[in-house]
């Protein structure tokens, strides 16, 4: 799902394959926050990363970098019930 997400970005897109789970932001969140340990910082965003990846019926994913690093994935939904898994990648629309 994040390597669809992050095609379009390749400098964080190799920071994948490092990428650690660190903790979820509450419990029973789908959101986590993520840590890339000796990362190279890539394209020098902080913040949301720019585009949409809507999720069919959902909401949206958001990945957070801070200077040029992964740092969160967020689930954000609309619904009136959390989600309760992660989407699989063709319920993901980029925009």
Do not use: C, F
Not at 24 to 53: F, H, K, M, R
């Amino acid at each position: 799902m994040l390597r669809r997400i992050l095609a379009a970005h390749p400098g964080l897109l190799a920071q994948l394959d490092h990428a650690e789970v660190t903790s979820a932001w509450s419990e029973g969140s789908l959101s986590v926050d993520i840590e890339v340990p000796n990362a190279t910082p890539a394209e020098g965003i902080s913040g949301v990363l720019p585009g949409y990846a809507y999720v069919e019926d959902i909401g949206e994913l958001l990945v957070w970098v801070d200077k040029g690093v992964l740092a969160a994935l967020e689930y954000a939904w609309h619904t009136d019930e959390p989600p309760t898994e992660l989407p699989s990648p063709d319920r993901i629309t980029l925009v």
